[in-house]
């Protein structure tokens, strides 16, 4: 599962697992993201585990990222 979103500055999402017991990718593509209160800019990407939810707030317009659920 996954998912794929474009962002104005300042704007917030989240997103849920589908399963509990995966972890997540997260890719910025494009703009700057403040996710789980770490900073990532373009090109960066972060791996996170052990959580039920993932949440990001955009930082620039135009912001874009991919977030991937991984087993």
């Not at 990532?40 to 991937?68: F, P, Q, R, T, Y």
């Amino acid at each position: 599962m996954g998912f794929i979103g474009m962002y104005d500055a300042r704007k917030e999402g989240f997103y849920s697992l589908k399963n509990n017991s995966n972890g997540v990718f997260v890719f910025v593509i494009n703009g700057a993201f403040e996710i789980e209160n770490r900073l990532l800019e373009s090109k960066d990407g972060l791996s996170v585990s052990g959580i039920d939810s993932l949440e990001w707030e955009a930082l620039s317009e135009n912001a874009l990222l991919i977030v991937l659920e991984i087993p």
